[in-house]
T-cell receptor, first 112, second 117 residues
């Protein structure tokens, strides 16, 4: 079993829809949770960063962490065609560790 | 803004060739990383470096070596390229920041798509 599981998609939604992207994990020591966005043939760019449980909002994006269920989510409101990309979750354990564990990514297509 | 640059966007090499991939960051970050990204496998850590001349193996170091002679530059070397090393190679850097403040997050370069024939 992989430490981090992520549905590869593709997930196709109409413009304006609310998108929910998810990752599950098995290691209860993870405390830091990241979402990266990767456009085709480009490097990943950091989108959201969450420490421990709870919600974090940034514009149209909301990251949620449920440590009791070992489940994290990224919500995109009012999705745009420019949001079409692969979304990678990543997580790490205690402070000072260099090692991120990445999900395999979910490909999202927002249709105009 | 953090900037991580990689020497080539696309590279085609022949089996057995020695290949150098270079990465430069301009934010004075202590940590630098090399990953490869393959469909269905996600990002896998090859090597990382936490200081000049210091390196540690990641999850898949076989067939690779690295060099960090200057803080801003981290090179990945394929001593004898093989077809199974065809992949997207991503460099990242991060500071020794505060995890709770998100100042130690990893920033990625644009990637080098390497094809070994």
């Amino acid at each position: 079993q992989k430490e981090v599981e992520q549905d590869p998609g593709p997930l196709s939604v109409p413009e304006g829809a609310i998108v929910s992207l998810n990752c599950t994990y098995s290691n209860s020591a993870f405390q830091y949770f990241m979402w990266y966005r990767q456009y085709s043939r480009k490097g990943p760019e950091l989108l959201m960063y969450t420490y421990s449980s709870g919600n974090k909002e940034d514009g149209r994006f909301t990251a949620q962490v449920d440590k009791s269920s070992k489940y994290i989510s990224l919500f995109i409101r009012d999705s745009q065609p420019s949001d079409s990309a692969t979304y990678l979750c990543a997580m790490s354990t205690t402070s000072g560790t260099y090692k991120y564990i990445f999900g395999t990514g979910t490909r999202l297509k927002v249709l105009a | 803004d953090v900037k991580v640059t990689q020497s080539s966007r696309y590279l085609v090499k022949r089996t057995g060739e020695k290949v150098f991939l270079e990465c430069v960051q301009d934010m004075d970050h202590e940590n630098m990383f090399w990953y490869r990204q393959d469909p269905g496998l996600g990002l896998r850590l090859i090597y990382f470096s936490y200081d000049v001349k210091m390196k540690e193996k990641g999850d898949i170091p076989e067939g690779y070596s690295v060099s960090r002679e200057k803080k801003e530059r981290f090179s990945l070397i394929l001593e004898s390229a093989s077809t199974n090393q065809t992949s997207m190679y991503l460099c990242a850097s991060s500071s020794l920041g505060d995890s709770a403040q998100a100042t130690d997050t990893q920033y990625f370069g644009p990637g080098t798509r390497l094809t070994v024939l």
